[in-house]
């Protein structure tokens, strides 16, 4: 399975990027989907996931700013993020829980003035 995000780019703090997530196999056989972000010199984390249902839990320090959501019949994942912060600055991946699907390029945010 392949997986491509998108939607990345260079934001201004306080400013809001949508990322995006194709998988290359239908997102009706998937259960629960992630993004991960990973800055540099820092570990790849889970910021946000989503179950096959709807249900979504986020990292604390996303809380309250990012959204994460699915539309399987577009075969896409979904990160609204808001209100973003220099510390979000990161290159976004998604992936299924746990993460055993090899990882695609990613996608670079950068937050920055």
């Known amino acids: 399975v392949q997986l491509q995000a998108s939607g990345g780019g260079l934001v201004q703090p306080g400013g809001s990027l949508r990322l995006s997530c194709a998988p290359s196999?239908?997102?009706?056989?998937?259960?629960?989907m992630g993004w991960y972000r990973q800055a540099p010199g820092k570990q790849r984390d889970l910021v946000a996931r989503i179950s096959s249902g709807g249900s979504s839990n986020y990292a604390d320090s996303v809380k309250g700013r990012f959204t994460i959501s699915r539309d399987n019949a577009k075969n896409t994942l979904y990160l609204q993020m808001n209100s973003l912060k220099p510390e979000d600055t990161a290159v976004y991946y998604c992936?299924?829980?746990?993460?055993?699907?090899?990882w695609g390029q990613g996608t670079q945010v950068t937050v920055s003035s």
């Open positions: 992936n299924i829980l746990p993460p055993l699907w090899r």
């Open positions: 196999t239908s997102m009706f056989r998937i259960g629960d």
